[in-house]
């Protein structure tokens, strides 16, 4: 079965640490993610602590290493969360993703949903197999 990655965009005010006013997010977030567990979808979920306390490695052209610690300036582009889930197929996992309650109440902000590559509990080559698989038929609807 197909697993998907329901991405947490972060607002201003998580890369500041803040939490939001609002008493009833934290149990209507564990009354859903325990409704996705109850049936059977829920694989992981967590919050994220801001980009100030993490680091990237960028690579260059010759696949050199170079540590950049945070915090990191597109808020836009960076994730505050994620729920792990395993679905029959896109429809199911969209159908979970518009019951997501909305993560910082009172400000826009946004959830990105993708599917993970399959083959992460298969045997290395099986995996790199379907990986590459993927891949192919990737560039091929592209």
């Known amino acids: ?10 607002t201003s005010m998580s890369e500041a640490g803040e939490f939001p006013d609002d ?5 209507r977030m564990m009354a859903f993610h325990d409704e996705m567990a109850q049936a059977g979808v829920l694989l992981d979920g ?15 052209a010759a696949g050199t290493p170079a540590v ?6 597109e808020t836009k582009e960076l994730v505050a969360g994620y729920t792990l889930i395993e679905v029959r197929d896109r429809d199911e996992a969209l159908a979970w993703a518009r019951r997501f309650p909305a993560p910082f ?4 902000c946004c959830i990105e949903v993708r599917p993970l590559m399959g083959g992460i509990d298969l045997p290395p080559e099986d995996a790199e197999r379907l990986i590459r698989e993927e891949l192919a038929a990737i560039r091929q609807r592209g």
């Not at 079965?1 to 972060?10: D, F, T």
């Open 68 to 73: 950049v610690d945070g915090p990191f300036a």
């Open 46 to 60: 967590a919050g994220l602590q801001p980009s100030s306390q993490g680091f990237r490695v960028h690579y260059d």
């Open 105 to 108: 109440p009172g400000m826009a």
């Open 23 to 27: 008493p009833t997010l934290v149990p």
């Open 1 to 10: 079965m197909p697993r998907y990655m329901i991405q947490v965009r972060a």
